[in-house]
């Protein structure tokens, strides 16, 4: 069946470090893949996607790439910052079925300054 | 331009209480739903509605019922708490099913039932 893996956390890191949270994906045909962020006592808000092999997903310096070869969809940004601290959550969408969308478990950051 | 907006906040239920959970937006969504979010289980998808009228079971649908009578609206019932639907529920819509359309979600209500 389709799922969604990432890594768990909590993951912390200094201001300004360079950030990766590893999603990978199981999935019949091609899903569409998501970030979404989740603040601190507030609701999940999308921060990226890409819906084709190759895509790069881009938003508020954050990054994703479509990996379809691994089955991945990797988040990065360059350089954290305090207000980045968050939960994220991968999350993939079949493109013809809106009930099937799979979250993953989230993974919770913190930037330190 | 409220987005979506959910009542309440925070509910504490005795077991066998049954109460509704309120969720409205006002973006002309045709589609909504809810999700139970659980530590280390991301979201689950509880139930959803492609329209006025029309709703449909989620993965974990069994302990809640759903309505819509309206595009605005899409209240969630637990008929007979149990502690096993302590959670934090969202409610999210978007204008149409297409996996280009993003989802909203809600503030979401923390509910513990003892």
């Known amino acids: 069946g389709n799922s969604v893996t990432q890594m768990e956390g909590p993951v912390t890191l200094s201001e300004e470090a360079f950030l990766t949270i590893n999603c990978t994906y199981t999935?019949?045909?091609?899903?569409?893949l998501f970030w979404y962020v989740q603040y601190p006592g507030e609701g999940l808000q999308l921060l990226l996607k890409?819906?084709?092999?190759?895509d790069k997903g881009s938003n508020k310096g954050f990054e994703a790439t479509y990996r379809k070869e691994t089955t991945s969809f990797h988040l990065e940004k360059g350089s954290v910052q305090v207000s980045d601290s968050a939960v994220y959550f991968c999350?993939?969408?079949?493109?013809?079925?809106?009930?099937?969308?799979?979250f993953g478990p989230g993974t919770s950051l913190s930037v330190i300054p | 331009n409220a987005g979506v907006t959910q009542t309440p906040k925070f509910q504490v239920l005795k077991t066998g209480q049954s109460m509704t959970l309120q969720c409205a937006q006002d973006?002309?969504?045709?589609?909504m739903s809810w999700y139970r979010q659980d530590p280390g289980m991301g979201l689950r998808l509880i139930h959803y509605?492609?329209?006025?009228?029309?709703?449909d079971q989620g993965e974990v649908p069994n302990g809640y019922n759903v309505s819509r009578s309206t595009t605005e609206d899409f209240p969630l019932r637990l008929l007979s708490a149990a502690p096993s639907q302590t959670s934090v529920y969202f409610c999210?819509?978007?204008?149409?099913?297409?996996?280009?359309?993003?989802?909203?979600f809600g503030p979401g209500t923390r509910l513990t039932v003892t």
């Open positions: 973006m002309n969504h045709e589609y």
């Open positions: 509605s492609v329209g006025a009228g029309i709703t």
């Open positions: 890409a819906t084709k092999a190759d």
């Open positions: 999210a819509s978007s204008y149409s099913d297409g996996p280009r359309d993003e989802q909203y």
């Open positions: 999935a019949t045909g091609y899903p569409s």
């Open positions: 999350a993939l969408m079949r493109k013809t079925s809106y009930d099937k969308v799979i």
